[in-house]
């Protein structure tokens, strides 16, 4: 028997069984994923930023986390020589009314204890030649890294500790048991694998509602899978900005907006848009799962969702359907893009918990029982936060300080 199972080989999964192993030296731990290695969802698909705090409420668990999450971060790149790089990020404004919204963005961020500055229109084209606003607000430790790095180097370090993580292991049922020395959770797989340990974890990312429905957990929530695109421009544009580039966030949309990436590669990204997925793993384009189909058009929380978002949903579509679409909301703030630099196309899928009244759960969402504990919605920035969102579901689990 184990003492502790973690459901889930992502980012926040890996992190988790780090914490626990920190709390409880020796504890006989077990990973389990249904994929073949580590990071193969939203942890190896996402865009590399290392986010800095600027967005979130104060006082939110997403505004504490997150500014931990940079710092440990970081410090766990320099541990490991896992090459990363405070680039910055400009934050655009392109009319005065996303001036205004800057102003907010910009008290939050002081409130949330982050560092930015101010630079205005003279600034940002002297930072950024081919970039165009009105102002501009600036944060200098937001950074890239490549998380897959990150997530490979906490495989190595939990198997060097004698953690053992089963890969192809598609979890089909978990049960909580009396009786075996004092209490157990007992976990099938679709293989026929069975393990026993005293405590569960579940960080399951794009399938955690599935999970927990296994678990006979009552959630008042669905996943709903959003699909963000990327192009990445030429080679020859990789010189085209220098930071992070990001519009101000417009609240009549629920995500952020198209921006500009640096990568830890070398690379150019613009993106993402945010349009329905068809298939919660279906990263190439045009992939369907029927049945992930069906899990969210027989929620009625989707359609609910759905009717509260028509307008932002129909301009997502329309430049996911339509290039020139998706080139306008890039020109507003870099109108030296063309069609031709929109090159090459990836995705990433976001796992959106949306609640029976069609709202989407905007914070981290922990579900328990007796011997488990379920993370039901672990939203963005849950990469550059994974760190302390680990030790704090580790906390939930053994008890004492965070």
Known sequence: MD???VIGAGL??????????????????????????VATAQSGHNSGVIHAGIYYAPGSLKAELCRQGRIETVEFCERYDIPYSLVGKLIVATDQTSKGR???????????GIVVERIGAGGLA??????????????????IVDYRRIASAMRDELEAAGVTLRFTAEVTSIVEEEGIDGGAVRVGAADGGEWVARRLVACAGLQADRIARIASIPIDFRIVPFRGEYFELPADRHDFVRHLIYPVPDPSMPF??????????????????????????????GSVRPLDVVDFASYVGFWRMAAHNLRPAAIEMRNSLFTSGYLRECQKYASALTLNDLGTRSAGIRAQAVR????????????????????????SPAATSSIPIGRMIATRLLGGPR
């Open 3 to 5: 003492d502790y199972l």
């Open 12 to 37: 926040v999964g890996l992190a988790t069984a780090r914490a626990i192993l920190e709390k409880a030296p020796g504890a006989r731990i077990t990973v389990l994923d249904k994929a073949a290695d």
């Open 256 to 285: 952020l907006g198209v921006h500009i990436s640096p990568t830890i590669d070398g690379r150019v990204t613009v993106g993402p848009n945010a349009v329905l997925g068809w298939a919660r793993e279906g990263y190439p384009r």
């Open 356 to 379: 029976r009244d069609g709202s989407f759960i905007e914070d981290f969402q922990l579900e328990s029982t007796a011997r488990q504990i379920h993370v039901g919605n672990a939203p």
């Open 126 to 143: 002297e930072l950024e030649p081919n970039v165009q606003g009105v102002d501009a607000l600036l944060s200098p430790t937001t950074g």
């Open 102 to 112: 800057l102003d907010d963005l910009e008290r939050r961020s002081i409130e949330n």
